[in-house]
């Protein structure tokens, strides 16, 4: 064609040759002397002192991972961090910095960089261009149903697509120096190579990577799962029952033993409390024959002060009366103390008047008689103790752990609530417990477990040891962490349970039905917990009944709404009972088929009157939700019959609070109430109704409906996305909304903004063509802000085979940019001879105007604005000024004709010039806009 060397190489782009295309505009760059800037805006610069050092600014706990990725090189932070300025030269320069939401990760040129080395100091992680000479990496070591990963403990777990397999990789980050692994095989898994951390690639595809205090631990998911580690042993309901206090015995043995071990625990605070009240009248007493002494010994003082003092002396019958009744009550205390039958029997009060003051006293002896008067007056009443409990206190904050601490005297308790009045919420723990001997406490928090009364067995066990023992120990010494979790979990404070999330890794797999029970009370996402809940369901149906009656309804109830197609039968058949009428209702449901719609509508009417107020809230809103989903009632309907159950006389119960509220900004996503669902959505936490995922899928909803379906580009919707995104994780699904998101920011003149958007938009992205789509408008952002190099490895990124035909020009117009900036007009009017799009049009125009060949730029803007330039009304600002840029280069050219004819067209509606007038065609460093 005639073209030059760099216009064939992009041409050759448009044929899908990335490399070509790189090579060549690498050598345009360097022939330019222009450096490569990050992804990202670069507000602030890092500290970079050496071209062969990168210095990512962070601290101590921030942990990193290395690991190649195709032609990458991929650096994962698990934190995010301030915008970041590459060097200009070195193997850095053409780093691209992605954010993400709980991570920032830089894409490193692995031809530029085959050696690198880590190193974490107190100015953050610094990677270096040099072998890594940090020895051996983490290594898997198999424990039943599970291999725990050591020598990467304290970082996090990240889940990014592989660009590679287009599926994903599970990585484990560290914030300690971890050395790199070779590319290895174990039980059930497969490890890919790294220089840092820990990566499992696509293969790993059914197990699922979490964090431990141990380190990272891969375990197989799925109801019926691949073998990951060691196989698991037979189950048994050994130790976990003895530790538990579990037993088979008829619910009324389990009531007597609990009754029976509360009398016990009255009987030991009662002799506990004589006792701290004996001490206390002792040391009170010991308090006032001190108090009183003080006084006579400054009464004293004070009157040899008073005759040192005096000028004359003074006839003895005006020496006033020495005090007597204090020496006589020294010597016989028994005679002065009486006890106060008003409050408690056991509490001594001391009637005795102070001590009288001389009948003419001086300023100096009546300060120090009223100050010693006073101090006994404050001691004896800060040591009358409150009338004692008639039951069992809660626990205290300490065990009686120490020998030395049951020397000490016990506080007084406080006072109590009569007995029968139960506080509605756990009362603070009193010392009280502290005096009661500790295994009598455990088998008391035993008893009350295995009975079905969990509060109470957990205010005994509330200041028990919070986490395992660690170093030589018995595994007895488990059972009581394990208890006091267990009982946290049960009496609803799940905060309190966190041991069991790694019970199963820290003990053993019979505490797995534990974690799972955890995962599900403390909203755990749920394509996770549901099969681990479903593995437990058979285990837990083996339990005692009270265990059974509490835990079997809520696991059917999780799965019914939560749990994956394989799952549903797995409580199949259930009893025929109140508790289980809610689950049986929605699995009927989940079943399909025909009839089955109407016969739960029915169903859940009759449920709506249970005699449990939070069965009937459940009820009513699943038929809400029933009918919204069957288009029986519209989306504000629904926002409204919400609202309503929200709102009532006395309120839906705690329990079916949060659930109702997930149902009622869903419902207003769909009515269009996007800033009310966005209320809604902020107040809510994970929990057993409300998983991780369905919160974070309805955060999704919120994104697309303000991205797609809501009006054009304004400041009042750009707030609310920018509320939105910070409640995000990411995934495949948010990629979609992000490139959405920055094509709308990139229409409207925010290329810096689109940026980092659709930067991590195309990281996120699975879909090939998804992904080659952003990659195009990545390359159009990056062009846009003078990152030349990012947009040649997007474009290069971007090169799919069968991409769509609108896709292809649209590629062939950036390419033809990228040309026109590095001074090829050749070459870009070569990749844009065929494009008649408007921005094609516009470009090509520009070009020709650079260019000085006015003829040209007057057929190819005449073809724009004949479709361009309306008839009648007015001109929009772009329109006008295509129609003054067609003016102008009709008259460079010499076409009065084309300039005549644009006149009447125009009409008057915009000034055009009417004589050749120095014309400065718009720049290609920028798109430009379309009329």
């Not at 600014?57 to 190649?68: H, I, K, N, R, Y």
């Not at 996090?156 to 590679?164: F, G, N, R």
């Not at 994903?168 to 590319?183: C, D, E, H």
């Not at 538990?244 to 030991?268: H, Y």
């Amino acid at each position: 064609m005639g073209t030059s060397a760099t216009g064939q190489a992009l041409k050759g782009v448009a044929r899908q040759n990335g490399r070509r295309l790189r090579a060549t505009l690498m050598l345009l760059c360097a022939v330019a002397g222009t450096g490569t800037p990050s992804a990202t805006p670069t507000h602030a610069a890092t500290a970079q002192a050496h071209p062969a050092t990168l210095t990512l600014p962070c601290d101590s706990a921030t942990g990193l991972a290395v690991f190649p990725n195709g032609e990458n090189l991929i650096v994962v932070v698990d934190k995010p961090l301030a915008p970041l300025t590459m060097p200009a030269t070195g193997p850095f320069a053409t780093a691209q910095v992605i954010p993400l939401a709980n991570a920032t990760l830089l894409l490193l040129d692995a031809h530029a960089l085959p050696q690198l080395s880590a190193m974490h100091d107190s100015t953050g992680w610094r990677l270096t261009a040099q072998p890594d000479h940090a020895g051996q990496g983490p290594r898997g070591v198999a424990l039943p149903g599970l291999v725990l990963f050591t020598g990467v403990a304290g970082g996090h777990v990240i889940t990014l697509p592989d660009a590679t397999t287009g599926g994903q990789m599970l990585v484990a980050t560290a914030p300690i120096v971890t050395g790199g692994t070779a590319r290895s095989s174990g039980a059930g898994y497969t490890l890919h190579s790294s220089l840092q951390g820990l990566v499992l690639p696509d293969s790993t595809a059914g197990l699922a990577l979490r964090e431990t205090s141990r380190g990272p631990v891969l375990e197989a998911v799925g109801l019926h799962p691949a073998l990951a580690g060691l196989p698991l042993p037979p189950a048994s309901s050994d130790p976990l029952w003895a530790w538990l206090g579990l037993d088979d015995a008829p619910q009324d043995v389990l009531e007597q033993r609990w009754q029976a071990a509360r009398t016990a625990l009255d009987k030991s605070l009662k002799d506990a409390r004589k006792a701290a009240q004996a001490a206390a009248r002792k040391a009170r007493l010991a308090a006032q024959r001190k108090a009183e002494q003080a006084a006579r010994d400054a009464e004293e003082a004070a009157a040899e002060v008073h005759e040192d003092t005096a000028p004359t002396p003074q006839p003895p019958a005006s020496k006033p009366p020495q005090p007597t009744a204090p020496a006589a009550t020294a010597d016989n205390d028994a005679e002065t103390v009486t006890w106060d039958t008003s409050g408690d029997p056991d509490t001594p009060t001391d009637p005795t008047p102070p001590p009288q003051q001389p009948a003419a006293p001086q300023p100096a002896p009546a300060t120090a008689t009223a100050t010693a008067t006073a101090t006994a007056t404050a001691t004896a009443t800060a040591d009358t103790p409150d009338a004692p409990p008639h039951q069992p206190t809660p626990v205290a904050e300490t065990p009686p752990a120490d020998p030395a601490d049951d020397q000490a005297e016990p506080p007084p308790p406080p006072r109590r609530k009569p007995h029968g009045k139960k506080p509605a919420s756990p009362q603070p723990a009193t010392p009280a417990l502290a005096a009661v001997p500790w295994p009598l406490r455990l088998t008391a928090a035993k008893a009350a477990f295995a009975a079905g009364h969990w509060q109470e067995s957990w205010d005994l066990l509330r200041d028990s040891p919070a986490t395992l023992p660690t170093g030589p120990h018995d595994q007895n010494a488990w059972a009581v962490p394990i208890l006091r979790a267990c009982a946290a979990l049960l009496a609803g404070h799940p905060d309190n349970a966190g041991l069991l999330a790694e019970a199963d890794v820290l003990v053993g797999p019979e505490l797995a039905p534990w974690r799972a029970l955890f995962l599900m009370a403390s909203g755990a996402d749920s394509t996770l917990t549901a099969p681990l809940v479903a593995r437990s369901y058979p285990i837990v149906a083996h339990y005692p009944m009270p265990l059974r009656a509490l835990l079997l309804p809520r696991m059917a109830t999780y799965l019914a709404r939560f749990g994956p197609a394989d799952t549903l039968a797995v409580p199949a058949p259930l009893p025929d009972s109140s508790s289980f009428a809610l689950p049986r209702i929605l699995l009927e449901l989940r079943a399909g088929g025909a009839g089955r719609e109407e016969t739960a509508r029915v169903a859940l009417e009759n449920l709506t009157a249970s005699a449990s107020a939070t069965t009937a809230s459940f009820a009513r809103a699943e038929l809400v939700g029933l009918l919204l989903a069957h288009d029986r009632i519209s989306p504000t309907m629904a926002t409204t019959a919400y609202a309503h159950l929200l709102a009532g006389a006395e309120g839906p119960p705690a329990g079916a609070l949060p659930a109702l509220h997930l149902a009622h900004a869903r419902a207003a996503i769909r009515a269009g109430q996007i800033p009310q669902a966005i209320t809604e959505l902020a107040t809510l936490t994970p929990g057993e109704t409300t998983p991780t995922d369905q919160i974070q899928s309805a955060w999704r909803e919120v994104l697309y409906a303000l991205i797609f379906t809501t009006t054009p580009h304004d400041n009042a919707r750009t707030a609310l996305i920018h509320r939105t995104l910070p409640q995000l994780q990411d995934s495949p699904g948010l990629a979609k909304a992000l490139s959405g998101w920055g094509r709308q920011l990139l229409d409207n003149d925010h290329a810096a903004d689109a940026l980092p958007v659709l930067a991590r938009a195309e990281f996120l992205a699975r879909d090939p063509q998804q992904k080659a789509d952003t990659a195009e408008l990545l390359a159009r952002a990056a062009l846009a802000t003078g990152h030349v190099q990012l947009a040649l490895k997007a474009l290069e990124r971007g090169a799919q085979p069968h991409l769509p035909t609108d896709l292809l020009a649209r590629r062939r117009y950036d390419e033809a940019l990228l040309a026109a900036q590095r001074g090829d007009i050749a070459g870009a009017q070569t990749l844009l001879a065929e494009d008649e799009s408007d921005a094609g049009l516009t470009l090509r125009g520009s070009l020709y105007e650079q260019a000085h060949q006015w003829p040209q730029a007057v057929l190819v803007l005449g073809r724009l604005a004949s479709h361009a330039l309306p008839e009648r009304g007015s001109l929009t600002p772009a329109q006008a000024t295509l129609a003054h840029r067609l003016a102008a280069d009709a008259l460079a050219a010499g076409d009065s004709a084309t300039l005549q004819r644009l006149t009447t067209w125009v009409n008057g509606r915009t000034p055009l010039p009417q004589t050749p007038t120095p014309l400065t065609a718009p720049s290609p460093a920028t798109p430009p806009r379309q009329p």
